[in-house]
């Protein structure tokens, strides 16, 4: 076959793959938002109050759970994973000790999410009788993501030149001084990068959290010591335990609304980091 | 009066089980130009890198022997590198600016050492700038990124930052190996100028160079692939570069190889 002719099937193979993925992902999408954005958008059902029998009820609290639930786990894990990562990527001699914890995050990140969901259930809710709370299911989330969090973090920070590094030190900085004024604001941009995935995977999970946040509540959460239910995990709820007569409604409605949650915070944080990104450009 | 700044003393230095540098003994001389020569892989870079201890960074480096600098050990357990590195600057290879403005690149240094009010800074910044021969051709856009210069305003502007922590000697490792020819002029007009106050210790591959701006020339080499690198012969510029003592030396600089 001459040279053009393979280039142009190439194409066109690689083309057909890269379609039928967006064709997947599209189909997905659309199915959930044919079915649900119209009961998503009822203000009764996203202004809502849960029922537990009756037909009718809403999510709010649910929404509020996943919201605060977000926050709690990047309030917690983000200041962990940096802080791993400057270690692991700036401070660490290559040793016995990094193989292992390197070894470790490899093995926590094979683990299945239900694992950690019932890690967090015996040691959170059940020995330290926190009971079902969102401080359970944060802390709980935040090791689920330690891994990837992590990874990405000192990806970020190895993409620093080492000449950054050099010109530092050789001035007379501090390895601390250098990490803190030098590397870690180069790598900012590639660190809000790596925080954002996780946000969709934090909205999204239900294993990790149906055993330690709870699953179904009347009131919006206050405290993170309340009880809450996440919205993923009220789907999984609703769909498979409810006594409510539209629970289908309520499934297909609750889907189309985490899907509509997950994008708005997806392209919030995008415009946070890009912002931070420009500024951090310009100088100053 | 020739005043000896740093002097270095059967110096060995190994990467692991590797040597790199054996048995290195050199004098350099205040408010003079050293150019250290020698082929590729030579351990001049590395012999240099020795003189601020930025080796020191790198996992696995044992140094062996004496580095005076003013009489003073820098190698000795409790002499601190933090501050040898303010009183021997280096200059990089390849322009390394931070990603930051041109005022912050060069308030850099001074802000470590506490320097906090405006004016103070204003001040240095601008001397400094001016002493690097830059401040002409950026006084206008100082909050402009320094990666946006080109790369000689950017090497300069790195010689603007060393100068701003008010150093003693000055180490240039091949300043001039990634700019232009025009710029590599510039550079070498201002290490003429810079050599009244500072001591300064160049590493070049550039033999014209070292003839051209250097007052003493090192020579090193690496006589079989494997061997450490060593220092062949040291001396008065002028008389190495017209009349070497030793055949190496010369085969060198004739161009014979390298």
Redesign the interface.
């Known amino acids: 076959m001459d040279e053009r002719k393979s280039d142009r099937l190439a194409t066109l193979v690689f083309w057909i793959f890269g379609a039928l993925t967006i064709l997947v992902l599209g189909f997905i999408v659309v199915q959930i938002l044919v079915r649900g954005i119209a009961t998503a958008f009822k203000p009764s059902f996203f202004l809502g109050k849960p029922e537990a029998i009756k037909a009718g009820g809403g999510v709010l609290p649910m929404i509020i759970s996943t919201l605060y639930l977000v926050a709690l786990t990047m309030v917690i894990s983000l200041p962990l994973s940096v802080g791993a990562a400057v270690y692991l990527s700036e401070f660490a001699?290559?040793g016995l000790i990094v193989k292992f914890i390197r070894f470790s995050l490899d093995s926590l990140a094979t683990l299945p999410s239900i694992v950690f969901g019932l890690f967090g259930m015996t040691l959170f809710c059940i020995y330290l009788r926190w009971g079902y709370c969102l401080i359970a299911g944060a802390l709980t989330l935040s090791i689920l993501n330690l891994p990837v969090f992590l990874r990405s973090t000192e990806e970020a920070l190895k993409l620093v030149?080492i000449?950054?590094?050099?010109?530092?030190?050789?001035?007379?900085?501090?390895r601390w001084?250098t990490t803190r004024?030098?590397v870690i604001?180069?790598a900012m941009p590639g660190i809000i990068t790596a925080t954002i995935l996780p946000i969709g995977r934090i909205m999204g999970e239900s294993a990790a959290i149906i055993y330690t946040t709870g699953l179904f509540i009347r009131n919006i959460p206050l405290s993170p010591v309340d009880t809450a239910a996440p919205l993923a995990g009220y789907i999984w709820y609703a769909q498979s335990e409810a006594m409510v007569p539209d629970y289908k409604s309520v499934v297909d409605g609750g889907a189309a609304l985490l899907l509509v949650m997950v994008l708005v915070v997806f392209l919030l944080a995008r415009y946070l980091g890009k912002r931070f990104q420009n500024k951090?450009?310009?100088?100053? | 009066m020739m005043e000896k700044k740093i002097a270095i003393d059967s110096l060995n230095m190994n990467y692991g089980s590797f040597r790199a540098i054996e048995d290195v003994t050199l004098d350099i001389l205040s408010r003079h130009i050293t150019a250290l020569i020698g082929p590729s892989g030579c351990g001049k870079s590395t012999l240099i890198r020795c003189l601020?201890r930025?080796n020191d960074?790198i996992?696995g480096v044992r140094v062996e022997g004496r580095v005076l600098l003013d009489g003073d050990n820098i190698y000795e357990p409790t002499y601190d590198a933090?501050?040898l590195?303010?009183r021997v600057?280096?200059v990089?290879q390849?322009p390394?600016?931070?990603?930051?403005?041109?005022y912050?690149n060069v308030a850099?240094?001074p802000k470590?050492?506490g320097m906090r009010g405006k004016d103070e800074l204003d001040y240095i910044v601008e001397e400094s700038l001016k002493k690097a021969a830059l401040w002409d051709e950026v006084k206008t856009n100082l909050?402009?990124?320094?990666l946006n210069l080109s790369g000689g305003q950017q090497q300069r502007l790195?010689i603007a930052?060393?100068i701003a922590?008010q150093p003693e000697v000055i180490l240039f490792d091949e300043p001039c190996s990634a700019i232009d020819p025009v710029a590599t002029q510039l550079i070498e007009d201002l290490m003429a100028e810079l050599k009244k106050n500072y001591t300064i210790v160049i590493v070049t591959h550039n033999m014209q160079q070292a003839a051209r701006i250097s007052d003493y020339t090192a020579f090193m080499l690496v006589e079989r692939q494997g061997e450490p690198g060593r220092m062949i012969e040291y001396g008065d510029t002028n008389a190495m570069f017209t009349n070497p003592k030793d055949e190496r030396t010369e085969r060198y600089i004739t161009g014979r190889f390298g």
């Open positions: 001699k290559d030149p000449t950054y590094r050099e010109a530092s030190m050789s001035l007379g900085a501090s001084t004024k030098v604001p180069s951090s450009h310009a100088g100053k | 601020n930025m960074l996992d933090i501050t590195r303010r600057g280096m990089f390849r390394n600016p931070f990603p930051k403005s041109i912050e850099y240094g470590l050492t909050r402009e990124s320094g790195c930052r060393v922590v």
